[in-house]
């Protein structure tokens, strides 16, 4: 948080030489807030990974059964987060967060409640359009607040609430888990630990809701929607009264000034009668892409199943889980020092080399495995090895891909594309997560840990390409200053 505090100790004495410093604590403290739909985006993301063994004995299902169930949540995603970023544009970036969090509740009781595999599957679904929308809009909500100097740090921030909420389910399924002696036992008023596992998440998403009603809309929204004398507010509220009248000439100047925001307006020459994709949508897309292609989401979703498969017992399986969230906290507190520093890309850089280094270390344990009783079994040396390797992939991911990403989705695009640019990034971005997730369980009893940790190697590798040529630097630009 130093680095943050020197920044804005910096914007202050800037501002207090105008005799107009801009409220900061304020812009902090609203930024928080959104920062809630991230730790609810990675609470209800990592959840599921200690209810697995539940949901199997529970609705008696089978391989491909369980990964539906899990991976169910992921099609809400893709929904929520393609419709969130086009609602957005119509109703406003706060009203969309105020739906997400009402749609966390619900999901967080349905799930719980659930008596069978389609009731379950409704629920997490309901849970799906809430992460969807929380993962395109808390950062884009961010970004159209913060001040350009902090607006990496701030971001990234929300990369920290994300796997803070996944470090919160983790230490809450391993508590649960443990205080019951399985998730599959009963805990507390005849329900089994699995169900309550789901239940926790209740207390935060209301809490979201409750602190959604005091922050403010987006002044860039409102400029989009002719809102002028809120958007004037807003932006007096946050840079002072002498940036209002520069801030919005400069918001009207990056906008169409005939129509509001269409999804049309992400292809060139828009409104002739042929057209092309703009590139920067492309880019937007391969971002998201490739941050799933790498495999993350099988260590969060999958953790417990993967280390079990190995011979690791269930406590220890959620114990290690504990161990990545404690890394992947750490990671993205290094990130938020550089990222407005060093910039994005040298960030997304390093962490594809790393990832590809450290996957191909975590391939390469499982291929020299041995199956003892049709379970894989690792020797010491390469148990030690693949545990290593796994944290510190997680390392590099969350020191770069994780946060860098989101960080570039909420600012790479211009003021009249965002909402549409963040609707088809965002739609990409879990569909790949739910192809990724369908097919791990497929391949763990086909090519093996060995054949499915190779292939996110080879993405990890390609990636590398997709930053050198075709990722451009945001660090330090205006929203207005972004070109498509």
């Not at 609810?40 to 990964?67: H, K």
């Not at 991911?397 to 211009?414: C, K, V």
């Not at 054949?451 to 990722?471: E, N």
Request: aromatic letters at 12%; glycine letters at 10%.
């Amino acid at each position: 948080m130093q680095a943050i505090e020197n920044s804005i100790d910096g914007l202050q004495g800037s501002a207090q030489s105008r005799q107009d410093a801009p409220p900061l604590p304020f812009i902090l403290l609203i930024c928080g807030v959104a920062t809630i739909g991230g730790f609810l985006f990675g609470f209800d993301s990592g959840v599921i990974n200690g209810t697995v063994t539940g949901l199997q004995q529970a609705f008696n299902s089978n391989t491909a059964g369980t990964g539906f169930n899990v991976a169910s949540m992921l099609l809400g995603c893709a929904v929520g987060a393609f419709f969130a970023g086009r609602l957005a544009d119509l109703w406003g970036r706060k009203t969309l967060l105020l739906i997400s969090a009402v749609l966390f509740v619900i999901s967080a009781w349905g799930s719980g409640i659930a008596s069978s595999s389609p009731e379950f599957v409704f629920y997490r679904i309901l849970g799906g359009l809430a992460v969807g929308a929380a993962s395109v809009m808390s950062p884009a909500y961010i970004s159209e607040i913060a001040p350009a100097a902090i607006r990496g740090r701030l971001i990234t921030i929300n990369q920290i609430a994300i796997i803070s909420g996944l470090f919160t389910a983790f230490v809450s399924n391993y508590w649960l888990a443990n205080t019951a002696g399985s998730a599959v036992n009963e805990w507390w008023m005849g329900y089994s630990a699995w169900r309550w596992m789901f239940w926790i998440e209740i207390a935060p998403a209301t809490l979201f809701f409750l602190a959604l009603l005091l922050i403010p809309e987006s002044p860039r929204y409102l400029v989009l929607s002719k809102q002028t004398s809120r958007a004037t507010e807003v932006l007096r509220k946050l840079y002072g009264e002498a940036a209002v009248e520069e801030k919005l000439k400069s918001i009207r100047e990056s906008v169409a000034g005939d129509h509001r925001p269409r999804m049309s307006d992400l292809l060139e020459n828009a409104g002739q009668r042929v057209g092309k994709v703009r590139k920067i949508v492309w880019v937007g897309i391969g971002l998201a892409v490739f941050q799933q292609l790498v495999g993350i989401n099988v260590v969060f979703y999958y953790g417990a199943v993967l280390w079990q498969a190995v011979g690791f017992s269930e406590s220890d399986a959620l114990l290690i889980n504990i161990i990545s969230g404690g890394v992947s906290i750490a990671a993205c507190l290094i990130t938020m020092v550089l990222i407005d520093k060093i910039g994005r890309k040298p960030l997304l850089l390093v962490g594809s080399i790393g990832m590809a280094v450290t996957l191909g270390l975590v391939a390469f344990a499982f291929a020299n495995s041995s199956v003892v009783d049709g379970k894989l079994q690792l020797s010491q040396s390469m148990g030690m090895l693949a545990l290593i390797a796994a944290n510190a992939y997680v390392f590099f991911f969350n020191g770069s891909w994780g946060p860098a990403m989101w960080t570039m989705l909420g600012e790479m695009f211009p003021n009249q594309i965002r909402g549409s640019g963040l609707a088809v990034s965002g739609l990409a971005q879990w569909v790949a997560n739910f192809g990724i997730t369908m097919t791990f369980p497929i391949m763990l009893t086909s090519i093996g840990l060995a054949g499915a940790y190779g292939i996110y190697t080879l993405f990890a590798l390609l990636s590398v390409a997709f930053v050198l040529y075709m990722v451009h630097e945001t660090k330090g630009l205006e929203l207005e200053q972004m070109k498509g």
